[in-house]
Nanobody, 120 residues
């Protein structure tokens, strides 16, 4: 009953930037944190960044220092500012909700995601 819609992906050159957005609806406030995952072709999804309702952020080592997660004023949106993009960042990016820094017991359904392609 929670709906998550991602947007903002696209094609960008290495070193470029993108800002991803996630719009949430439904019983999103049952969860204490939101975050971004990504899934590259042929690979399992991985957790990229999370932010709790209290504002605590966590990042995968591969993106730390380059990506910044934030939440909108209404707490029903979450953003991922991606700077210094690398080809290995190419993936479909998804947002989701859960508890704590690992999004434990999170919402089990995936949205459509948004494609990020980093290529020269």
């Amino acid at each position: 009953q929670v709906q998550l819609v991602e947007s903002g992906g696209g094609l960008v050159q290495p070193g470029g930037s993108l800002r991803l957005s996630c719009a949430a609806s439904g019983s999103i406030f049952s969860f204490s944190a939101m975050g971004w995952y990504r899934q590259a072709p042929g690979k399992q999804r991985e957790l990229v960044a999370t932010i709790t309702n209290g504002g605590t952020t966590n990042y995968a080592d591969s993106v730390k220092g380059r990506f910044t997660i934030s939440r909108g004023n209404a707490k029903n949106t979450v953003y991922l500012q991606m700077d210094g993009l690398k080809p290995e960042d190419t993936a479909v990016y998804y947002c989701n909700a859960g508890f704590g820094s690992a999004l434990t017991s999170g919402y089990p359904n995936w949205g459509q995601g948004t494609q990020v392609t980093v290529s020269s």
